[in-house]
């Protein structure tokens, strides 16, 4: 059973930093795709930010320049430097995956339980 743990969440003051895990365990043959996303109340997910099996990322406008996302494929595992935070970045942060079982399956998507990030003076 594949399972995404996230951790790093918590409360900050505007322009402070968080930093995201999200490490994926069980069995499985591959990942391919990792990113992170996110639901503030009332509205729907979004994306934040993804990262390629070779690095290549993709960001959403309103993170550009402050957020920073990387990943340890040895580890299984992404991460989402936050910086300059604001209060529009209070949400829960979800993990996602693109993980293959075996090489006779395509990659599915898998996600995380969420975290909560608060971002309030």
Known sequence: QVQLVESGGGLVQPGGSLRLSCAASGSFFSINAMGWYRQAPGKERELVATIAFGG?????????????????????????????????????????????LSNIYYYTGYWGQGTQVTVSS
């Open 56 to 100: 290549n990322t993709n960001y959403a406008d309103s993170v550009k320049g402050r957020f920073t996302i990387s990943r340890d494929n040895a580890k299984n595992t992404v991460y989402l430097q936050m910086n300059s935070l604001k209060p529009e970045d209070t949400a829960v942060y979800y993990c996602n995956a693109d993980i293959r």
